[in-house]
């Protein structure tokens, strides 16, 4: 497999790395939410959120002392709370 920083030979042009990155499968829009926005997307507190983080309802990820919310994880927590409520 062809490495995302090394274009295919004979090219050079940034646009075909991105290619080879996209058609390899490599996600391009994942995204990784701040607490501050989970707590704005859903309207809860931040206790609120940290408690969901704590509990496992809401599925984070910390580098170094970052926590971040990936926004899968936050759909998932959504559908999930839709299922419960129908």
Do not use: N, W
Request: glycine share 4%.
């Amino acid at each position: 497999m062809a490495d995302v920083a090394d274009p295919p030979e004979g090219t050079d042009d940034r646009a075909t790395a991105l290619e080879v990155a996209v058609s390899s499968g490599l996600p391009t829009t994942h995204k990784a939410l701040k607490v501050p926005e989970v707590m704005e997307a859903l309207g809860l507190s931040r206790f609120k959120v940290y408690d969901l983080i704590r509990s496992r309802q809401l599925k984070s990820i910390k580098i170094g002392r970052c926590r971040r919310v990936p926004a899968d994880s936050l759909r998932t927590f959504i559908d999930d709370q839709l299922k419960e409520a129908a």
